[in-house]
T-cell receptor, first 114, second 111 residues
């Protein structure tokens, strides 16, 4: 299995609080991704990174920010959590990032915003 | 129109039958296509990828690609109860670093 960990694995928080999710990889892959998965919507891309300090928005980026200061870590921050951000969050990594490179997924973080 | 479409299912097949899962995509320039399997409560894992028109076989799995009609299929032969999962189709838009996922098809293999 690809060396990807996510922390925390489960979190319950209250509306309006900041939340940071961490993705850590030991594969030295250049590309990292944050997705959310909700019933009826499948996996939707929030943000992705194509190198240290290089990030870009995905299709559902509103209310989220990311940072990548080291190759191995990609942080997802909810500045002020809302109930609509209750979801399962997956991190993924890819060696090449282009059309011919597969993505490997972390175990996921289940976030509940009350 | 969603860029990658899948029937959400559930698709129910008896054990030993062939399960056929379909995915259509809107970007005619797409070059590669990925199938992921996701068990309930788990993360997606890659089953197969295909780049060229035609069929690609790997064990009990066959991916079929028809670029002219813009669809890709996954066939699972001799379906087993352990194949019961959600199958996700992923299509990278040309020239990008990202995937677009379909919503997934839930497969139930009945023993």
């Amino acid at each position: 299995d690809a060396g990807i960990t996510q922390s925390p694995r489960h979190k319950v928080t209250e509306t309006g609080t900041p939340v940071t999710l961490r993705c850590h990889q030991t594969e030295n892959h250049r590309y990292m991704y944050w997705y959310r998965q909700d019933p009826g919507h499948g996996l939707r891309l929030i943000h992705y990174s194509y190198g240290v300090k290089d990030t870009d928005k995905g299709e559902v980026s509103d209310g989220y920010s990311v940072s990548r200061s080291k190759t191995e870590d990609f942080l997802l921050t909810l500045e002020s959590a809302t109930s609509s951000q209750t979801s399962v969050y997956f991190c993924a990594i890819s060696e090449g990032g282009g059309s011919y490179n597969e993505q490997f997924f972390g175990p996921g973080t289940r976030l509940t915003v009350l | 129109q969603k860029e990658v479409e899948q029937n959400s299912g559930p698709l129910s097949v008896p054990e030993g039958a062939i399960a056929s899962l379909n995915c259509t995509y809107s970007d005619r320039g797409s070059q590669s296509f990925f199938w992921y399997r996701q068990y309930s409560g788990k993360s997606p894992e890659l089953i197969m990828f295909i780049y060229s028109n035609g069929d690609k076989e790997d064990g009990r799995f066959t991916a079929q690609l028809n670029k002219a009609s813009q669809y890709v299929s996954l066939l699972i032969r001799d379906s087993q109860p352990s194949d019961s999962a959600t199958y996700l189709c992923a299509v990278p838009p040309p020239g990008t670093y990202k995937y677009i996922f379909g919503t997934g098809t839930r497969l139930k293999v009945l023993a």
